[in-house]
């Protein structure tokens, strides 16, 4: 089974600035089956990623998704209080299973 | 509008059998292409796939888990099942339903359905 690792486990930034969350795999990815979530509490998680860079719909571009091989991020520019969340990456591979990351907490202070 | 809902018991105890239903609006589950998935998040923990079920009746399942799943679906009554055997307090925690997009990205999800395992 693929494992992704994400970091740092915790950010804590200010309102305005840029936050890049980081996502290795085990092994190389298919740029085409990673994906990105934002999950806050109590609350189901919403894809905001696929496709490593492909925001999905009502997304705004303040969120960015780049990468390739087994290194994968997300960016999220001009933070607002709202981004304060968990943040998950996820893989679909060769082995057909999905995998996610142990998540990084993003606190805006 | 497509939206899930997940239905099924709040407890239940160690070694009974959990059954799930994932109920689809706005979507035929025999339609080509769609695909619905099962995943698990247990208290304040990260989240975990378990089982995928396609437009085909393809399934496939986490590997370390696959002798305890059952994926199956309904497509008259737009329902996704799960059946996961043997449950222990280990298996508590939030179960979703999520459809699955081109990129094999889980796009829309339900609410979820906490279950808790225990005597």
């Known amino acids: 089974e693929i494992v992704l690792t994400q970091s740092p486990g915790t950010l804590s930034l200010s309102p305005g600035e840029r936050a890049t969350l980081s996502c290795r795999a085990s092994?190389?990815?298919?740029?085409?089956?990673v994906a990105w979530y934002q999950q806050k509490p109590g609350q189901s998680p919403r894809l905001l990623i696929s496709?490593?860079?492909t925001r999905a719909t009502g997304i705004p571009d303040r969120f960015s998704g780049g990468g390739s091989r087994t290194h994968f991020t997300l960016t999220i520019s001009g933070l607002e209080p709202e981004d304060s969340a968990i943040y998950y990456c996820?893989?679909?591979?060769?082995?057909?299973?999905?995998?996610f990351g142990q998540g990084t907490k993003l606190e805006i202070k | 509008q497509v939206t899930l809902r997940e239905s099924g018991p709040a407890l239940v105890k160690p070694t009974q059998t959990l059954t799930l239903t994932c109920t689809f609006s706005?979507?035929?589950?025999?339609?080509?292409?769609?695909?619905a998935s099962w995943i698990r998040q247990p208290p304040g923990k990260a989240l975990e796939w378990l089982a995928r079920?396609?437009?085909?009746?393809?399934?496939i399942y986490k590997t370390s888990l696959k002798t305890r799943l059952r994926i199956s679906k309904d497509s008259s009554r737009h329902q996704v099942v799960l059946t996961m055997t043997n449950m222990s307090p280990a298996d508590t925690g939030t179960y979703y339903c999520?459809?699955?997009?081109?990129?094999?990205?889980?796009?829309?999800w339900g609410q979820g359905a906490m279950v808790t395992v225990s005597s």
């Open positions: 079920i396609d437009w085909d009746d393809a399934k």
């Open positions: 706005g979507l035929s589950l025999s339609a080509r292409g769609v695909r």
């Open positions: 996820q893989q679909f591979g060769s082995t057909l299973s999905y995998t």
């Open positions: 092994q190389r990815l298919s740029s085409a089956y």
């Open positions: 496709g490593a860079s």
């Open positions: 999520a459809r699955i997009n081109e990129n094999d990205a889980f796009d829309l």
